[in-house]
């Protein structure tokens, strides 16, 4: 049976030893790693989305998303201990649950990393578009600025952003990495200042009423700001070229977790109890769908009335620093996000790259879209491929509908992993496990109850995305992946191609070697 198409872990281990990439991280260049790809809209931006879902009881919200991010970690830091090879949890599925349920994760990373990317092109754009009117007094027409979901036509900053990043990866990944990781400590310093700033401020009368929308509400925008902490998986695809693996991913994954749960808990503190954070509502008092045009249009409404909510922004940290005096300060916040989002995106679209590598070294993906370019020496195609479609969806999308959709994806792939570690406890004891899992009966229900419990409180239509993508994906594996599956032909190591990966120089050597400087 197709379902059972298992891949052995040792013939995994093989594949990657005759066909691997360079082994260069140690523990601090995969914890920088993980903060860079941690690190984006989903503080920058999301801060709003969530308290228009759960208003200051999103901090609840930022303690849920962390929670079910921290045992799902902990069962990555397992396999990929076990597994030092890329592909993340496409990998491990392949070897414990078979190749049509890899196939299904693979294809469900692949929408996390294009639609990651696209949310924070438009998160970017809110920035760069606040930053121009409030340091230029210069405004982009808000038709060009939003899509239709916002009111708007198309994100024309969004689509820049996405065709600039794109011809990054194409010309050269070493440049790349060289902006990358400058742009990692902008981060940092810039949530830094916002937290100095912000919490002396706080006024413990702005977290009440602490939970509006009760409880659903905070589990709703858990479900959404989801999309803040998923950028620590870039860790685990980084395995098969990190030195030492067994110790050093796992202290990568959980260290960059760690210190981006401590930033997004005093962040969200900070801008709370500085300015407020309750949802806006209509005229009648109806909650109003983050996203929506309603409440694009009732947050025009109150601007024009000289009121501009935090739900209603789109640089909502940038925006706290001007309420509270720091104008000047709150401008060089947003000029640090416009530095440091794009960063961001080039990780997603690398991650992204790097599943497509691992799933064509299966046989399960044209080997042409791993096709290195003559004279750039970098994928090409596939990052053509996958920049086309997230300018696509930057263009029209909301930023919290893309978070979403992306979400829907991710949880169905951790999800997978934490039955993956179970599964292996059972079948496959004997085999060493440099890190273990603790107390993995209570970890393991914990990680996948925590992604299902996430999923059902996603919008509908992001719950509807997964299985149509899903079913498009399932059209194109027996279509070309079934029948020239390696493990279906009896390949259990690549047949050449080791020219292919020697020419690819891959991003994370390079943000390593910038680490280490």
Known sequence: ????????????????????????????????????????????VLTAEAAQKAGPGMLVSFVIAGFVCAVAALCYSELSSMVPVSGSAYTYSYAVLGEL???????????????????????WSGYFVGLLHNSLRLDIPPALASGPYAGGLINLPAVVVCVI???????????????T?????????????????????????????????????????????FFAYVGFDAVSTAAEETKNPQRNVPIG???????????????????????GAQPVLDPAGNHLAPGSA??????????????????????????????????????????????????????????????????????????????????????????????????LAAAFLPVGKLADISNSGTLFAFMTVALTVMILRVRDRSRARPFRTPAIWLVGPLAVAGCATLFLFLPTDAKLVFPIWGTIGLIFYFSYGYRNSH????????????????????????AGEIARD
């Open 1 to 44: 049976m197709i379902f059972w198409r298992i891949k052995p872990l040792d013939a995994i281990l093989a594949t990657a030893e005759k066909k691997s990439l360079h082994r260069s991280l140690g523990a601090w260049q995969l914890t920088l790693l993980g903060v860079g790809a941690i690190i984006g809209t989903g503080i920058f």
């Open 101 to 123: 349920i890899a196939w299904v994760v693979g294809w469900a990373l692949v929408l996390e990393y294009a639609v990651a990317a696209s949310a924070v092109a438009v998160g």
């Open 165 to 179: 990043v794109s011809g990054l990866l194409v010309i050269g990944t070493k440049e790349s990495a060289t902006f």
């Open 181 to 225: 990781g400058i742009l990692v400590v902008v981060k940092i310093i810039a949530l830094t200042v916002f937290i100095a700033l912000a919490l002396p401020v706080l006024d413990v009368h702005n977290f009440q009423p602490f939970l509006p929308l009760g409880g659903a509400g905070a589990v709703a925008a858990a479900a959404s700001i």
């Open 253 to 275: 994954l959980i260290g960059s977790l760690g210190i981006c749960t401590l930033f997004y808990l005093l962040v969200a503190a900070g801008a709370i109890g500085a300015v």
């Open 294 to 391: 309603a409440l694009a249009e009732q947050c025009r409404s109150l601007a024009a009335v000289g009121q501009e909510p935090l739900v209603c922004s789109h640089e909502a940290l940038a925006q706290v620093l001007r309420q509270i005096g720091w104008a000047k300060i709150g401008n060089l916040l947003g000029f640090a996000a416009f530095l440091a989002l794009p960063s961001v995106v080039l990780m997603m679209l690398f991650g992204q790259t790097r599943i497509f590598f691992v799933m064509a070294r299966d046989g399960l993906l044209p080997e042409a879209l791993s096709r290195v370019h003559p004279r750039f020496k970098t994928p090409h195609v596939v990052t053509l491929v996958t920049g086309s479609a997230v300018t």
């Open 487 to 510: 493990v279906a032909l009896g390949v259990t190591t690549p047949l050449g191609g080791e020219d292919l990966i020697a020419e690819i120089r891959p991003l994370t050597d390079c």
